[in-house]
């Protein structure tokens, strides 16, 4: 689905973030992420930082840490971090996430089905679901953090086009209380 911006719709793209420079979360391992964000899912490693610093939750003490970052193609990354000291990996310690709280990361059909077939090879659950406007994969990383990688299908410039015309009145229906689904290209259960 197109962005507003490229769509010619809503601030100047001067005024507006270029991209996604990174989502940072924490992780309990650092191989055993490196393991699955890398050779499982294909993200590259592109830096590890080692750190240290003061943080408001542990005053006056000096916390060291790693910070590592997987990179997407787009130029953005996955980052994580992972504290030394065991109160403070226990203060900070990734929790497992809820469905709709995930990152999505978009492929390609191609890519895709790669990656499901590696999350499988490894022994992982992998979900997959068609949404009608695009079809995604889920999967757990090793901390419980719910990933998603989504395709497109072929018309989706038309689809994206066809809700930049109706998003304002369909969220005006929705605040009204109009629960009517307009998702007419979705398979409903």
């Known amino acids: 689905m197109a962005h507003p911006v490229q769509a010619g719709i809503g601030p100047s793209s001067s005024a ?14 650092q191989e055993r992420t490196r ?5 499982i899912i294909g993200l590259p490693l592109l830096a590890t930082w080692i750190e240290e610093a003061e943080f408001p939750e542990f005053p006056g003490r000096r916390l060291s840490y790693s ?4 990179g997407i193609g ?13 109160e403070a ?3 900070y310690k990734a929790g497992k996430q809820p469905l709709f709280v995930h990152i999505a990361l978009a492929v390609t059909d191609a890519g895709q089905r790669a990656i499901k077939q590696r999350i499988e090879s490894a022994g992982l659950a992998v ?4 949404h009608g406007y695009c079809k995604s994969i889920y999967v757990q990383d090793p901390d419980g953090l719910l990933v998603e990688f989504t395709s497109d299908p072929p018309d989706a410039g038309e689809i994206g086009a066809r809700q930049r015309a109706t998003a304002h009145e369909t969220l005006r229906r929705w605040a009204a209380g109009d629960r009517t689904v ?3 290209i979705r ?3």
């Open 187 to 189: 398979p409903h259960r």
């Open 16 to 29: 507006l973030p270029m991209r996604l420079h990174h989502n940072a979360y924490v992780c309990a391992d």
């Open 89 to 91: 990996a226990a203060a």
């Open 74 to 86: 787009d130029g953005g990354a996955l980052a994580f971090f992972n504290f030394a000291d065991p």
């Open 35 to 39: 393991r699955f964000y890398e050779d």
């Open 182 to 184: 307009n998702n007419d």
């Open 127 to 130: 979900r997959e679901v068609e």
């Open 67 to 70: 910070h590592t970052f997987y």
